[in-house]
């Protein structure tokens, strides 16, 4: 485990079990990993945002580790519906990071979080397509270290500080079609590799 993430790691809360049979299969996933073909990056954080006193939103939030300013792509086709880039990395403050939210054709909420400062490629209201470029890593907010939050949300946009508001804010379970068999979601502590 990257020593970015021991403090918040040896603090955690014990992870829910997760029902395997929520994930879809990867040959009928619409989701690729958020990053450029050929890349890897280990998955620091899955199923660890939950609190059961939230009533499991994050449960399937994920936390890629990566260098600021590592290329980020869109995970699934949408349109851009919000997006922040005003504020700068290592500044550590809560509700004070950048990110862009991706709506897709079910409605549901692809959101990136943690964008570095200026690193957003893309407009509100533009189209992007699965793997396309559209922001930078970053590490803005309270972050524990320069990493990429990734998770999809049912609804939205949940805008700050209404992050995680229900309905909307319960996150939904990914499987992604570019890389190596994973049946019950990304596990910690493992690298994932852009196919």
Do not use: W
């Not at 300013?69 to 349109?79: D, E, K, M, N």
């Not at 409605?107 to 570095?116: D, K, P, V």
């Amino acid at each position: 485990m990257s020593t970015l993430f021991l403090i918040s790691a040896a603090t955690a809360i014990a992870q829910p079990e997760v029902d395997c049979s929520v994930y879809s299969s990867q040959e009928h996933s619409r989701y690729v990993l958020p990053y450029k073909q050929g890349s890897e990056h280990e998955v620091v954080v899955s199923t660890g945002h939950y609190r059961e006193s939230n009533q499991g939103v994050g449960l399937y939030a994920l936390d890629f580790i990566m260098p600021i300013g590592t290329p980020i792509v869109a995970a699934r086709t949408g349109h851009v519906v919000a997006l922040r880039e005003q504020f700068y990395d290592g500044n550590g403050k809560d509700l004070h990071e950048n990110f862009v939210f991706i709506q897709h054709d079910d409605g549901s909420i692809a959101r990136y979080i943690h964008l570095t400062h200026d690193g957003v490629l893309v407009e509100i209201g533009e189209h992007v397509n699965a793997g396309q470029l559209i922001a930078k890593s970053g590490d803005t907010g309270q972050t524990g270290g320069h990493h990429l939050h990734f998770d999809v949300q049912q609804c939205g946009p949940n805008l700050p500080p209404q992050y995680n508001q229900l309905p909307c804010g319960q996150t939904v379970p990914i499987t992604f079609s570019n890389t190596q068999p994973h049946q019950c979601g990304l596990e910690e502590g493992k690298s994932y590799r852009a196919l």
